[in-house]
């Protein structure tokens, strides 16, 4: 594969990016006042806002990348999904961020490929503030992931 083609590939995932980042801020906005006001969401409410304002930046760096490897940034918008269950919307959320960092991923495999370390070195920026919305969203689902029996208790008696 000729690396003109495989820049093409890039920039077409870069896109690709672009329209979940476009997407993703669009249902942030809007799971921020829909999400109800139970007392034990108020901390998930701001952290909502804060993601929509990240993805908001992440479509910049993205519009600027693209343009700046010869591609013409999209505005197509990917797909949104809503809820008026808290838990479901928290979800929907999460499934966002792992498809984000899943391709971002691929992406930084594809720019290094291509020896375009500098551009990688955006997409990883991007990949870390996509984990830390994971792992926000995990705790607001109260998601466990360690296995029981996998942790030891301390011990009081060296
Ligand atoms: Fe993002
Ligand atoms: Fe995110």
Redo the contacts with the bound molecule.
Sequence with gaps: MTSQIQLEQVINGLNLDLSWEYA?MIQYIQHTPVCSRAPEYTAVIDELLE?AQ??HE?AVVLSDLIQYLGGIPTVEVANRLTSLNNVEMLRQDLQ??YD?IRRYLQRIEQLEALQLYDSAQKIRNIAV??QE?AIDLEKALGIQKVQSGTVYPFSHNP
């Design positions: 993703a993601h990240e993805e992440h966002v961020e984000a503030v996509e919305h």
